[in-house]
């Protein structure tokens, strides 16, 4: 995936969930590094990494709100 595309990536959902982008790019990239592990088709990881982080961030505003 373009460098760009993953940037784009983290900053919209940094937006979407009032993030610092950091943050983002840090558990995105995990998540993507969680799912090419075990993928056999690469395709729509990055997708899928996208909804576990708003997923994860979601969960974690629950927490402390």
């Known amino acids: ?12 959902i940094a ?7 950091e943050t983002v790019a840090r558990i995105y990239a ?3 590094n969680d799912y090419r592990a075990e993928a056999r088709i690469l395709d729509y990881v990055p ?3 996208a909804k576990k982080v ?8 629950r927490k402390h709100s």
């Open 1 to 12: 995936m373009p460098k760009q595309d993953v940037a784009q990536i983290v900053h919209t």
């Open 47 to 49: 997708l899928f990494a």
């Open 30 to 32: 995990n998540a993507i």
């Open 15 to 21: 937006e979407e969930t009032n993030t610092p982008e």
């Open 54 to 61: 708003r997923a994860t961030l979601r969960q974690h505003g």
